[in-house]
T-cell receptor
């Protein structure tokens, strides 16, 4: 499984766009990139998944450059309730699903 | 919206006691997982389960741990003889056939406190 590296923490203010970048230099051809969000004392929640270029849903956008060695989760106009830990995961959609491994994640603090 | 449910939400036990944590995965899901999270630390993979057998397990999942799907709806994690260091939040997760390596659906967790 490809190792991921994310910033330990980030601060932002309400209404700003937040971009969290994840490095995954050893990503394999079959690997997808998945982001989860976790609030204190709750289970992680799936946010978005992508393979290349750009993916957007109602919560976030995921930007993946052509070499796929990094990815950026973009949260538009954050609010206080977006304060959470965000995890970047990389793995094969098929076999990797048996052992989905979480890294340390990025703690995002959104201030008023 | 269907969800993964876990019981109990909090259990306090004495060191050396057996504990069973219960999970009801989403009904059409076929892959089941247990994770744990020690306070302030990252989410750690314990075990995955598919087709009524363990698919993968981590080094944490030693002989003190076992999983079972006793009746087609419940998925349980048993800790045979708890240790102080087993105190953590335990999360159950499930995913359907065909979903990617992501898209795990997590329960709210069971907090285990070992005294």
């Amino acid at each position: 499984l490809a190792k991921t590296t994310q910033p330990i923490s980030m601060d932002s203010y309400e209404g700003q766009e937040v971009n969290i970048t994840c490095s995954h230099n050893n990503i394999a051809t079959n690997d997808y990139i998945t982001w989860y969000q976790q609030f204190p004392s709750q289970g992680p929640r799936f946010i978005i998944q992508g393979y290349k270029t750009k993916v957007t849903n109602e919560v976030a956008s995921l930007f993946i450059p052509a070499d796929r060695k990094s990815s950026t989760l973009s949260l538009p106009r954050v609010s206080l309730s977006d304060t959470a830990v965000y995890y970047c995961l990389v793995g094969d959609r098929n076999t990797g699903g048996f052992k989905t491994i979480f890294g340390a994640g990025t703690r995002l603090f959104v201030k008023a | 919206e269907p969800e993964v449910t876990q019981t109990p939400s909090h259990q306090v036990t004495q060191m050396g006691q057996e504990v069973i944590l219960r999970c009801v995965p989403i009904s059409n899901h076929l892959y089941f997982y247990w994770y744990r999270q020690i306070l302030g630390q990252k989410v750690e993979f314990l075990v995955s389960f598919y087709n009524n057998e363990i698919s993968e397990k981590s080094e944490i999942f030693d002989d003190q741990f076992s999983v079972e799907r006793p009746d087609g709806s419940n998925f349980t994690l048993k800790i045979r003889s708890t240790k102080l260091e087993d105190s953590a939040m335990y999360f159950c997760a499930s995913r359907p056939e065909g979903a990617g390596a992501g898209e795990l659906f997590f329960g709210e967790g069971s907090r285990l406190t070992v005294l």
